[in-house]
């Protein structure tokens, strides 16, 4: 189906205020946006305008029943190209999302239009490859004006992007959380909705007044098993093979874990997707068999543990040195998402320069 989007451009561009060199992370935002809304029936009127305030009800239902999700993905500045790293598969994560929050999937072929057309439209936000990327969020809310509890009939969806700098600087101190849960067996923690984020910002506060940078939630039933940190998917890397959490409804299935996964395993390494107990790590660490411990997001991209507290009990591990298998994986990634190395499994999408 042909998607045409009206197109209402900035006059005047504010990207010669942005410094490249102290970016950060999520504070400067692109000239333009896309929106699109749902009228209960169909996606209409989508749209790329200036970046800019919404204007919404006091009774917008997302405000209220927590109707709203969203995704996290990057482009990325090539030697002379733009390129995108499995849009399709965030597309498809949000509707999964979408789908069990009782909201409208939002269509693939319009996603992919909007997208390329605003990351080509604000290529210049794009930062130099070697300061950092440029954040796309896309995302979708209810929109009904309306009190009382029952799935809205209109949303918006909308996409802003970001340029980025690194999310986390340098190697994470990490908390084993074993009293509070961030989702239950039934739940919604396999989504990206909202509330799953919220809900994680009170025991992430108390971490990080402890001293840590992230908490590591286990399963909310035993609070034995590890499952993931708050804004990434979590790996460890063994004497003779690398684990990660299995998924379940009580994690995100992440595209960095996913992509991590395939090419170590086609780089040779031993990958399992299974239960990883918190006593297995720490006796893992006591008998000298545990080598890494491993982030892995979008944002957060891929970055040594160096420090995995429980309890009383630390795990310091040290992450320089040269078979680091973090730095490895982060590299080869890196070299996909960039265009220095092969398309591996067409993840990579040229962003193509149409708009003049
Ligand atoms: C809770 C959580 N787990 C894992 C991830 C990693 O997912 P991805 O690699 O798709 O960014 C994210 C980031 O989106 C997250 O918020």
Not at 140 to 149: H, L, S
Not at 174 to 183: A, M
Not at 305 to 326: F, G, H, K, P
Request: hydrophobic share 40%; with cysteine; aromatic share 12%.
């Amino acid at each position: 189906m042909p998607h045409n989007i009206n197109l209402n451009r900035i006059n005047k561009s504010r990207i010669f205020d942005v410094d490249f060199d102290n970016i950060g992370f999520g504070k400067v935002f692109s000239d333009h946006m896309f929106i699109a809304d749902f009228d209960g029936q169909h996606w209409s009127n989508p749209s790329i305008l200036p970046y800019g305030n919404f204007s919404l009800s006091p009774a917008t239902s997302a405000l209220h029943y927590g109707q709203s999700i969203f995704e996290g993905m990057k482009a990325f500045r090539g030697e002379n190209e733009v390129f995108l790293f499995r849009p399709s598969d965030n597309l498809k994560r949000l509707n999964i999302s979408g789908e069990r929050m009782v909201m409208p999937a939002f269509p693939e072929d319009l996603f992919m239009v909007a997208l390329l057309q605003l990351i080509d439209l604000d290529r210049a936000w794009i930062p130099p490859a070697d300061k950092g990327t440029l954040y796309i969020r896309p995302y979708m809310f209810a929109t009904d004006d309306f009190i009382g509890v029952k799935p809205s009939e209109k949303y918006r969806f909308a996409i802003f992007t970001c340029p980025v700098g690194p999310y986390y600087a340098k190697p994470l101190k990490v908390k084993v959380e074993e009293h509070f849960s961030r989702s239950a067996p039934g739940g919604v923690g396999f989504t990206k909705c909202s509330g799953n984020y919220a809900g994680a910002m009170y025991p992430t506060k108390i971490a990080q007044s402890e001293g840590f940078d992230q908490v590591l939630w286990t399963d909310p039933l035993t609070h034995t098993y590890v499952e993931e940190t708050g804004t990434t998917n979590f790996f460890a890397v063994f004497h003779d093979h690398i684990a990660t959490p299995a998924l379940s409804d009580t994690l995100l299935s992440g595209l960095t874990r996913d992509s991590s996964i395939q090419v170590l395993r086609h780089l040779g390494y031993r990958v399992e997707e299974r239960k990883i107990s918190v006593h297995e790590l720490f006796e893992a660490n006591n008998n000298g068999t545990l080598k890494e411990l491993f982030i892995s997001g979008t944002a957060a991209t891929l970055i040594n543990i160096e420090t995995l507290a429980y309890r009383d009990q630390i795990i310091n591990l040290v992450t320089e040195n040269s078979q680091n298998v973090t730095q490895i994986i982060k590299s080869k990634l890196d070299d996909i998402r960039t265009g220095k190395s092969e398309n591996f499994q067409n993840w990579r999408v040229t962003v193509p320069s149409v708009i003049q």
